[in-house]
């Protein structure tokens, strides 16, 4: 994987690099390596912007993300792409599979098409001194479906990442969870409380204390 930044009235710093570079390694995971990515950050006045581009030999993903912080800015780009390869990825794989599906028929003996396969011919049906043509009936299938479908067992992954080994102020936990790229981080302050900053969908970091 290639990875070129540029900035714009703005200065790539290694946070910003190293963020990119651990986001874009969950994306390459789903695309292959085989690919290169844009990266430019933005600065106009108080809006942050950060715009990702991936292109491979079959396609190419976009995704712009703007913030108040530049960090936030490049944590949605991140998510926005990883989505886009995923559908991308599930639609190609579903295409693949009606294609093969359709290329499936009846096979003879030897493995060709069943030719043994008569067509339907037509029945004679006297009534009386008429007689009428019709065609052979085809018998229906119903298909009954479960009123409730059952629901999805959730994929739980353990993770250490999100929380913190040692006690740090409220300004560390801050950048320990953007450097780490959590929108939850658990840590304890300096006095043993256990605390927990989650961040919101509008970029902004909520404190939790916890009882």
Not at 79 to 90: D, G, L, N, P
Not at 116 to 122: F, G, H, I, L, N
Not at 183 to 205: I, S, T
């Amino acid at each position: 994987m290639d990875i070129e930044y540029t900035g714009r009235q703005t200065t790539v710093t290694k946070k910003l690099k190293t963020m990119s570079e651990v986001g874009l390694e969950r994306v390459c995971k789903i695309v292959g390596t085989a690919c290169s990515v844009h990266v430019i950050f933005t600065t106009e006045k108080y809006r942050h912007t950060a715009e990702i581009t991936l292109k491979t030999k079959t396609y190419k993903l976009v995704a712009k993300c703007e913030s108040t912080e530049m960090t936030v800015a490049l944590h949605d780009a991140l998510a926005k792409i990883e989505q886009q390869a995923i559908r991308h990825k599930q639609k190609s794989t579903t295409i693949k599979r009606h294609s093969k599906a359709g290329a499936k028929g009846p096979k003879g003996k030897d493995g060709g098409a069943d030719e043994s396969v008569e067509p339907q011919k037509a029945v004679v049906v006297k009534a009386g001194t008429k007689t009428s043509v019709g065609r052979k009936a085809v018998p229906m299938l119903v298909h009954s479906f479960p009123s409730n479908s059952p629901l999805p067992e959730p994929h739980v992954v353990r993770s250490i990442d999100a929380v913190a080994m040692r006690p740090m102020s409220l300004e560390e936990a801050v950048k320990e969870a953007a450097f780490r790229d959590r929108d939850v981080f658990v840590f304890r302050d300096q006095k043993g409380q256990a605390m927990v900053l989650h961040r919101k969908r509008d970029g902004k970091m909520e404190l939790i204390e916890i009882p």
